[in-house]
């Protein structure tokens, strides 16, 4: 049972935006960037949520490598595409404008794409396709990052962590929501686990020596320092498929890529070669398909949700209580959290703390 303190949505919502705008963030992409964090959190996906606040986003402001207003650039468009330069903003309120004009393109064309360059992480992928999938349509997007997953075979860090993500609507309570990085393990993951003390479960990292490490905090240290990798999903060599993950972690990189014209593999390291700290300049992509062009939505619906409940309704292995289907567990965690609030452990009720005396804000925490 989970005995960590709560804070209530609305308060941590309306901290974040304050503290965002103590950061130089226009109130309104303020408000984009918190309820992207906060969907992560509500979704029960805490390595993308409030976790990631400071060391993410606000730590990336002070030491310059995140600018806290977004210039949006359309450098090219056509009915049904859009490219989007975001000169080093949020990429949390660039890809939510892209969406926005993309929904749009679907409604009228059936189809519609689009791509950002010059980005810098825009949170939990999910976000995006659920936003497509709000209005009647379905979401596809994924995005590159820093280099910490090694190809098959190779213990390097070359590519990012690379989420390929879809949502669907169905005709049940929720959509599905397939939403996960290409590796083993994401970054986000082994972060939490060094925050709360815990192990890397083994066989998720391969070391310059081809072996595996399961202390996270030191992951975390070794990774950055090129002397450890995370694995692609089916992990180490073919045998366990590790192939296929390699596969869709190197699409992911492509596409985020060539779709702009943008950096890619080392040269989202995040680092200049003498080690000083620079610009990330991500690329993402996102594809919006409206079923209303094809035998229609309700007709689509009807379908995916009687797919999900016959996978859900088949034999289970001995000892398993259930099956799922992408997406029904972050609506459970949803259904659990949304009276109680955002679980907050020691380490981040620290940083809240620090955060609100450093800019006098008005807050008191039940934590306290």
């Given at each position: 049972m989970d005995k960590r303190p709560c804070v209530p949505w609305d308060t941590m919502n309306r901290f974040m935006i304050d503290v965002f705008k103590a950061y130089g963030v226009p109130e309104a992409d303020a408000a984009i960037c918190a309820d992207v964090l906060l969907e992560?959190?509500?979704?029960?996906?805490?390595?993308?949520?409030?976790?990631r606040f400071k060391p993410i986003y606000l730590d990336r402001i002070e030491n310059g490598t995140l600018l806290p207003v977004t210039e949006m650039e359309i450098v090219k468009e056509t009915p049904t595409t859009l490219v989007m330069d975001a000169h080093n903003g949020l990429g949390m309120v660039a890809s939510y404008h892209i969406m926005e004009r993309l929904i749009e393109q679907a409604r009228a064309y059936g189809m519609a794409g689009g791509s950002i360059f010059n980005s810098t992480h825009y949170g939990i992928a999910g976000y995006w396709t659920t936003m497509a999938e709000k209005a009647g349509m379905i979401g596809i997007t994924g995005t590159n990052a820093r280099p910490s997953v090694a190809p098959t075979f190779g213990v390097e860090p070359m590519m990012g962590t690379n989420p390929l993500t879809f949502t669907l609507p169905t005709d049940e309570a929720f959509p599905f929501n397939f939403d996960c990085a290409t590796s083993t393990v994401q970054n986000g993951k082994i972060e939490y686990y060094a925050r709360n003390?815990?192990?890397?479960?083994?066989?998720?990292?391969?070391?310059?020596?081809?072996?595996?490490?399961?202390?996270?905090?030191?992951?975390?240290?070794?990774?950055?320092?090129?002397?450890?990798?995370?694995?692609?999903l089916g992990g180490l060599g073919e045998e366990t498929?590790?192939?296929?993950g390699y596969g869709f972690t190197a699409i992911v990189e492509i596409l985020s890529a060539a779709l702009s014209g943008g950096p890619y593999l080392k040269a989202l390291s995040g680092k200049n070669p003498d080690g000083s700290d620079c610009m990330y300049r991500l690329g993402h992509f996102f594809f919006v398909?409206?079923?209303?062009?094809?035998?229609?939505?309700?007709?689509?619906?009807?379908?995916?949700?009687?797919?999900?409940?016959?996978?859900r309704a088949s034999e289970k292995a001995p000892g398993a209580e259930r099956i799922y289907t992408?997406?029904?567990?972050?609506?459970e965690a949803w259904q659990s959290r949304k009276?109680?609030?955002?679980?907050?452990?020691?380490?981040?009720?620290?940083?809240?703390?620090?955060l609100r005396d450093k800019f006098s804000l008005p807050y008191h925490f039940d934590f306290e």
């Open positions: 992560s959190d509500r979704r029960g996906i805490e390595s993308h949520g409030c976790n003390g815990q192990k890397t479960p083994p066989g998720l990292v391969v070391t310059r020596a081809g072996g595996t490490m399961t202390d996270s905090g030191e992951i975390l240290k070794q990774m950055r320092a090129g002397q450890c990798a995370l694995l692609p498929g590790g192939y296929k398909i409206n079923p209303e062009f094809f035998m229609g939505l309700e007709t689509f619906k009807e379908t995916a949700g009687g797919i999900c409940r016959q996978l992408a997406g029904e567990k972050e609506w009276e109680k609030g955002v679980p907050v452990g020691e380490s981040i009720q620290k940083e809240l703390i620090a």
